[in-house]
C-alpha cells in the first residue's frame, strides 16, 4: 500500500525548467518501480519516464528523451522528474504511479496506485 503526492507544476515559458516531485507514503516504497504519466487537454494519458525499483534503469518517451531526467531517492520516499527546454506540448497535468510488477512500465495498466496529478502549463 502506498499513497502518492505530486507537487512542482507551474506556469513556465518555453525553453524554462521545472522539477516535479513525488512523496510517497508506504512501508515498503523502495520495492516499488515508479512511473510518470501526462495528460495534455483533450488527450489522453501517455507515458513520460519510468524508473525501476534500485534506480537502476530508466526509461522515457522519445517525446521527452534528452529534456527529461527521472530519479528517486528512497530514503527520503521521493520520485523526481527534471523537465528542461520545456516545449508548449508539454502542457498536461502530469501523474506520478508506482508498481511492484514487472510488467512493461511504459503502460499505465501495469500500474497499482497513482497520485492526483499536478497542472505544468508552458507558454510560448
Known amino acids: 500500500q502506498v499513497q502518492l503526492v505530486e507537487s512542482g507544476g507551474g506556469l513556465v515559458q518555453a525553453g524554462g525548467s521545472l522539477r516535479l516531485s513525488c512523496a510517497a507514503s508506504g512501508r515498503t516504497f523502495s520495492s516499488y518501480a515508479m512511473g510518470w504519466f501526462r495528460q495534455p487537454p483533450g488527450k489522453e494519458r501517455e507515458f513520460v519516464a519510468a524508473?525501476?525499483?534500485?534506480?537502476?534503469?530508466?526509461y522515457y518517451a522519445d517525446s521527452v528523451k534528452g529534456r527529461f531526467t527521472i530519479s528517486r531517492d528512497n530514503a527520503k520516499n521521493t520520485v523526481s522528474l527534471q523537465m528542461d527546454n520545456l516545449k508548449p506540448e508539454d502542457t498536461a497535468v502530469y501523474y506520478c504511479?508506482?508498481?511492484?510488477?514487472?510488467?512493461?512500465?511504459?503502460?499505465?495498466?501495469?500500474?497499482?496506485?497513482w497520485g492526483q496529478g499536478t497542472q505544468v502549463t508552458v507558454s510560448s
Open positions: 504511479a508506482a508498481t511492484t510488477s514487472r510488467g512493461l512500465l511504459m503502460a499505465g495498466r501495469a500500474y497499482d496506485y
Open positions: 524508473i525501476t525499483w534500485s534506480g537502476g534503469r530508466t
